[in-house]
């Protein structure tokens, strides 16, 4: 392969195709004249294949690299608020003093939501799972929010992007008000956009919930880490609605029901359930045991990546975090031993060492959450709440470079062309 240039060779015909130099990461043949040379390429989940060109975010799995705008995760995480992080996804450099208070100030006045809204959770059941219930207020906020719809404008994506990082918080919050059948808790502008979510999950009219520094923070980290992961599942979907020229809205929903998924945003949710079924520390060594049996259905959540073939970074940070949580709290709960006895085991037992099942961001995630005292079913929310900004930040960036619909072509291999006859008696 030339530096420029390959060649694939069919049969008798060879093709001439360029090779694209990113600024990190493997080169990129670019395929697109293979369709008018009668040829397509077969790559389900697209794992091989670059759907878009992006200046957002880089990840190097067998490294342990996550990038976002050139800024490594861990500094982010440990140097910055969630609020900063959006600002650098969203528009591509650190904010000066000045404009970041503009931008926290902006979207901190944005948090309310129309009241007609409320009235639409009472159109959900009680028991409806509070990824149902965001993925459907979200989509709705389209008929209330629509003075903004040319998304060609970028002062309009704007405002749409404020509306979306603004509410999103305090939609979740209701959907969990709602699933206990507590009363709204309306936002503070006073707090943190972290403080100002758990006080909308905790205060009641009847009781102040006083938010404490060391939960805020974890929440900020939890938010920052979760931000943007490249073309993940989620983040492609919304990309291929907006490559219709959708409503942002809409988009936005579509990604919350890819999120919903556990292999996807679901998988913290699917850690915590695991370790429900292993109940006690004295249950690990048979756990451990199923999970070294490749004849076993039984598989350790939150552990390795596929992403990741090294540490993933964001677990680094996310570790520390719980730790600091646990302590703070001082909790004495069964799971969390599970979990950090889970833990020592992962980071000592050479078996996990030398596949690399370390464990992920997941795994520390569902703790600190659970220690929060937020119920499972709410842990793929505050995902789609963290990811709500990397969302909004592909379908800016896709409008930025011109819209091209989302097309993917198939191998098909039905029926070839055959004559119908109806057995169906005509009355």
């Given at each position: 392969?030339?530096?420029?240039?390959?060649?694939?060779?069919?049969?008798?015909?060879?093709?001439?195709?360029?090779?694209?130099?990113?600024?990190?990461?493997?080169?990129?043949?670019?395929?697109?004249?293979?369709?008018?040379?009668?040829?397509?390429?077969?790559?389900?989940?697209?794992?091989?294949?670059?759907?878009?060109?992006?200046?957002i975010t880089?990840?190097?799995?067998?490294?342990?690299?996550?990038?976002?705008?050139?800024?490594?995760?861990?500094?982010?995480?440990?140097?910055?608020?969630?609020?900063?992080?959006?600002?650098?996804l969203?528009?591509?450099?650190?904010p000066?003093?000045?404009?970041?208070?503009?931008?926290?100030?902006?979207?901190?006045?944005?948090?309310?939501?129309?009241?007609?809204?409320?009235r639409?959770?009472?159109?959900?059941?009680?028991?409806s799972?509070?990824?149902?219930?965001?993925?459907?207020?979200?989509?709705?906020?389209?008929?209330?929010?629509?003075?903004?719809?040319?998304?060609?404008?970028?002062?309009?994506?704007?405002?749409?992007?404020?509306?979306?990082?603004?509410?999103?918080?305090?939609?979740?919050?209701?959907?969990?008000?709602?699933?206990?059948?507590?009363?709204?808790?309306?936002?503070?502008?006073?707090?943190?956009?972290?403080?100002?979510?758990l006080?909308?999950?905790?205060?009641?009219?009847?009781?102040e919930?006083?938010?404490?520094?060391v939960?805020?923070?974890?929440?900020?980290r939890?938010?920052?880490?979760?931000?943007?992961?490249?073309?993940?599942?989620?983040?492609?979907?919304?990309?291929?609605?907006?490559?219709?020229?959708?409503?942002?809205?809409?988009?936005?929903?579509?990604g919350?029901a890819?999120?919903?998924?556990?292999?996807?945003?679901?998988?913290?949710?699917?850690?915590?359930?695991?370790?429900?079924?292993?109940?006690?520390?004295?249950?690990?060594?048979?756990?451990?045991?199923?999970?070294?049996?490749?004849?076993?259905?039984?598989?350790?959540?939150?552990?390795?990546?596929?992403?990741?073939?090294?540490?993933?970074?964001?677990?680094?940070?996310?570790?520390?975090?719980?730790?600091?949580?646990?302590?703070?709290?001082n909790?004495?709960?069964?799971?969390?031993?599970?979990?950090?006895?889970?833990?020592?085991?992962?980071?000592?037992?050479?078996?996990?060492?030398?596949?690399?099942?370390?464990?992920?961001v997941?795994?520390?995630?569902?703790?600190?959450?659970?220690?929060?005292?937020i119920?499972?079913?709410?842990?793929?929310?505050?995902?789609?709440?963290?990811?709500t900004?990397?969302?909004?930040?592909?379908?800016?960036?896709?409008?930025?470079?011109?819209?091209?619909?989302?097309?993917?072509?198939?191998l098909?291999?039905?029926?070839?062309?055959?004559?119908?006859?109806?057995?169906?008696?005509k009355?």
């Open positions: 392969m030339a530096d420029n240039k390959a060649k694939l060779t069919i049969a008798e015909t060879s093709v001439d195709l360029d090779v694209l130099s990113p600024t990190l990461g493997s080169k990129v043949i670019d395929i697109r004249t293979l369709g008018s040379k009668g040829y397509y390429t077969y790559d389900p989940g697209f794992t091989s294949t670059a759907s878009c060109e992006s200046k880089f990840i190097d799995g067998d490294n342990g690299i996550l990038l976002h705008r050139g800024f490594p995760i861990g500094q982010l995480a440990t140097e910055s608020t969630y609020l900063e992080v959006c600002y650098i969203l528009y591509g450099e650190a000066t003093q000045e404009q970041y208070d503009k931008f926290k100030t902006t979207v901190t006045r944005h948090t309310m939501i129309h009241e007609q809204i409320t639409l959770f009472n159109g959900f059941r009680r028991d799972h509070p990824m149902a219930v965001l993925c459907g207020v979200t989509g709705a906020l389209a008929a209330f929010y629509h003075d903004a719809l040319d998304v060609s404008n970028p002062v309009h994506r704007d405002i749409t992007a404020y509306r979306l990082l603004s509410k999103m918080p305090t939609v979740a919050a209701m959907c969990y008000k709602y699933s206990i059948g507590q009363p709204f808790v309306y936002p503070k502008n006073d707090l943190s956009y972290a403080g100002n979510f006080h909308m999950m905790f205060a009641t009219p009847c009781e919930y006083v938010v404490n520094p939960l805020e923070r974890a929440m900020d939890i938010f920052i880490l979760h931000a943007d992961h490249e073309q993940n599942a989620s983040t492609s979907t919304v990309r291929t609605a907006g490559s219709s020229g959708a409503n942002p809205f809409a988009c936005i929903a579509a919350i890819s999120l919903w998924g556990p292999a996807h945003g679901g998988a913290n949710e699917a850690c915590l359930r695991m370790l429900e079924e292993i109940k006690t520390v004295e249950h690990i060594p048979e756990f451990i045991k199923r999970a070294k049996d490749k004849n076993d259905s039984f598989r350790l959540m939150g552990f390795g990546h596929r992403v990741y073939k090294n540490y993933d970074p964001r677990a680094t940070v996310m570790r520390e975090t719980c730790h600091e949580v646990l302590k703070e709290l909790l004495n709960d069964s799971l969390l031993e599970v979990a950090m006895e889970l833990e020592r085991i992962a980071l000592n037992d050479p078996y996990f060492i030398e596949k690399k099942l370390y464990p992920n997941d795994f520390y995630s569902g703790i600190i959450l659970k220690a929060l005292g119920p499972s079913n709410m842990f793929t929310v505050i995902f789609a709440i963290a990811r900004i990397g969302w909004i930040a592909h379908w800016n960036e896709m409008h930025e470079d011109g819209l091209k619909i989302a097309r993917p072509r198939q098909y291999t039905g029926y070839s062309e055959r004559d119908f006859k109806s057995e169906i008696k009355k």
